[in-house]
T-cell receptor, first 114, second 113 residues
Framework: GAGVSQSPSNKVTEKGKDVELRCDPI?????LYWYRQSLGQGLEFLIYFQGNSAPDKSGLPSDRFSAERTGGSVSTLTIQRTQQEDSAVYLC????????????FGPGTRLLVL | GNSVTQMEGPVTLSEEAFLTINCTYT??????LFWYVQYPGEGLQLLLK?????DKGSNKGFEATYRKETTSFHLEKGSVQVSDSAVYFCALSVNTGGFKTIFGAGTRLFVKA
């Protein structure tokens, strides 16, 4: 398919472990976003990549969270020393960026920290 | 700064009732405005959009008009169905050298048969 894909779809981990979440955006999309959606809550912006510009990290909740985007395509969100409050659905979205604002969302990764 | 405020939910309606979900925004420049929808168990998807003042976005019987004078983009539907039960997110997008989108908190809609 040509949509945004994320992996894994579900992740259960123990408190204190590191996790990596992956996002494959739609080919040709220059903008990529990560959001967090806690149970019953709205979307919390985490980080935004646009082309080769420095990412907007203003939404990252702590220094345990980091993200990178290699080659302007695939992105990885890393959470170090996970805490129970990190449990949420992590959503990735991409858009054409410079020429189109509509975002296309992946199915999300559901993270549970025990 | 840029922000979106939408009415708190949940909103509970009977089938065929009229729906309004309020959304107001604050933005520098001239944003585009969106409504996204998240059906139970599904991912977020675009419902409708409007890119300039007085534009009306419409889809699946839903409408929203970009009102610059009141900085609003209220979502309306004349007759809701049970299948419209979902979470609705208002959003704006501004060009900051690329388009950055800011979402409201979401409004959960329950439609009863």
């Amino acid at each position: 398919g040509a949509g945004v894909s994320q992996s894994p779809s579900n992740k259960v981990t123990e408190k204190g472990k590191d996790v990596e979440l992956r996002c494959d955006p739609i080919s040709g999309h220059t903008a990529l976003y990560w959001y967090r959606q806690s149970l019953g809550q709205g979307l919390e912006f985490l980080i935004y990549f646009q082309g080769n510009s420095a990412p907007d990290k203003s939404g990252l909740p702590s220094d345990r969270f980091s993200a990178e985007r290699t080659g302007g395509s695939v992105s990885t969100l890393t959470i170090q020393r996970t805490q129970q409050e990190d449990s949420a659905v992590y959503l990735c979205a991409s858009s054409l960026g410079q020429t189109q604002e509509t975002q296309y969302f992946g199915p999300g990764t559901r993270l549970l920290v025990l | 700064g840029n922000s979106v405020t939408q009415m708190e939910g949940p909103v509970t309606l009977s089938e065929e009732a009229f729906l309004t979900i309020n959304c107001t925004y604050t933005a520098t420049g001239y944003p585009s405005l969106f409504w996204y929808v998240q059906y139970p168990g599904e991912g977020l998807q675009l419902l409708l959009k409007a890119t300039k003042a007085d534009d009306k976005g419409s889809n699946k019987g839903f409408e929203a008009t970009y009102r610059k004078e009141t900085t609003s983009f209220h979502l309306e539907k004349g007759s809701v169905q049970v299948s419209d039960s979902a979470v609705y997110f208002c959003a704006l997008s501004v060009n900051t050298g690329g388009f950055k989108t800011i979402f409201g908190a979401g409004t959960r809609l329950f439609v009863k048969a």
